[in-house]
T-cell receptor
Framework: AQRVTQPEKLLSVFKGAPVELKCNYSYSGSPELFWYVQYSRQRLQLLLRHISRESIKGFTADLNKGETSFHLKKPFAQEEDSAMYYCALIRGSTLGRLYFGRGTQLTVWP | DAGVIQSPRHEVTEMGQEVTLRCKPISGHNSLFWYRQTMMRGLELLIYFNNNVPIDDSGMPEDRFSAKMPNASFSTLKIQPSEPRDSAVYFC?????????FGQGTRLTVV
């Protein structure tokens, strides 16, 4: 079975500090991995996908197949980064069904 | 494209009443998902469709919940009768098999 684990329910950092939101997955095949962000009372928005290897709003995430991780990182957190972050996985044959982690609430203090 | 469109944005109803939530997916997307979000349980997948056919409805909590997708541009999620514990934000999302794009959600309150 596939599973996405986000070990931290809450994470707080000060503005300008580095931030890392952890995501581990269990899946024997080759998954597609994503990060979604949800600002207060808004829709989930796609932030990153591992196949793009892009940087959005200063965030990056690298897929580490050896450690089965897809941690989200930003070197200098901003107050506007405060939000709920979800890691998600798609298996190869599930027509795009996303398996979500429980989410990490990030708070960036001024 | 305007993205995934859900209506209504907010719904307040009395226990026992029927509630119908609506979703218009992004044009060209062939998969549609209904999620429920609560503080206690987080994001839960209720049901998803591919090419208008229900693929997995194992997340539908009870027979009180039903979902339909009569065509590629419209889906409904119905709760009949509604109960206070159904209060949540219900999200619809669509995809072409890759990343899913979410609607703004319907905030349902059952009193």
């Amino acid at each position: 079975a596939q599973r996405v684990t986000q070990p931290e329910k809450l994470l707080s950092v000060f503005k300008g500090a580095p931030v890392e939101l952890k995501c581990n997955y269990s899946y024997s095949g080759s998954p597609e991995l994503f990060w979604y962000v949800q600002y207060s009372r808004q829709r989930l928005q796609l932030l990153l996908r591992h196949i793009s290897r892009e940087s959005i709003k200063g965030f990056t995430a690298d897929l580490n197949k050896g450690e089965t991780s897809f941690h989200l990182k930003k070197p200098f957190a901003q107050e506007e980064d405060s939000a709920m972050y979800y890691c998600a996985l798609i298996r190869g044959s599930t027509l795009g069904r996303l398996y979500f982690g429980r989410g990490t609430q990030l708070t960036v203090w001024p | 494209d305007a993205g995934v469109i859900q209506s209504p944005r907010h719904e307040v109803t009395e226990m026992g009443q029927e509630v119908t939530l609506r979703c218009k997916p992004i044009s060209g997307h062939n998969s549609l998902f209904w999620y429920r979000q609560t503080m206690m349980r987080g994001l839960e997948l209720l049901i998803y469709f591919n090419n208008n056919v229900p693929i997995d409805d194992s997340g539908m909590p009870e027979d009180r919940f039903s979902a339909k997708m009569p065509n590629a541009s419209f889906s409904t999620l119905k709760i009949q009768p509604s109960e206070p514990r159904d209060s949540a934000v219900y999200f619809c999302a669509s995809s072409q098999g890759g990343a899913a794009f979410f609607g703004q959600g319907t905030r349902l309150t059952v009193v």
